[in-house]
């Protein structure tokens, strides 16, 4: 069992930034791969970058590459999610997500958090 927190959500101005923070409760944050999603109202959750167990691998949805940066620490069992020149359109709820697989689909993803708000003015 993965218990997940996530916190940083906020209110920021088009162009700036934000950087979202998961921690995980448990011994074996390792054995996860985790993930951001996102779901903004009235549309599909869907997959925002993920980590593999050590870091050595990411993935990235196009619309925000070169923007987020995701990253992990399993020494402290926390994931991160540093935003970059936001956009109005990044306007959502962002989860954490946790899995034992290598998967971008949420269906793959086990445990979750209860999401933090991140909201771009433009």
């Known amino acids: 069992q993965v218990q997940l927190v996530e916190s940083g959500g906020g209110l920021v101005q088009a162009g700036g930034s934000l950087r979202l923070s998961c921690a995980a409760s448990g011994r074996t944050f390792g054995n996860y791969v985790m993930a951001w999603f996102r779901q903004a109202p009235g549309k599909e959750r869907e997959s925002v970058a993920a980590i593999s167990w050590t870091g050595r691998d990411t993935y990235y949805t196009d619309s925000v590459k070169g923007r987020f940066t995701i990253s992990r620490d399993n020494a402290k069992n926390t994931v991160s999610l540093q935003m970059n020149s936001l956009k109005p359109e990044d306007t959502a709820v962002y989860s954490c997500?946790?899995?034992?697989?290598?998967?971008?689909?949420?269906?793959?993803?086990?445990?979750w958090g209860q999401g933090t708000q991140v909201t771009v003015s433009s």
């Open positions: 997500a946790a899995s034992p697989s290598w998967s971008w689909s949420p269906i793959a993803y086990r445990f």
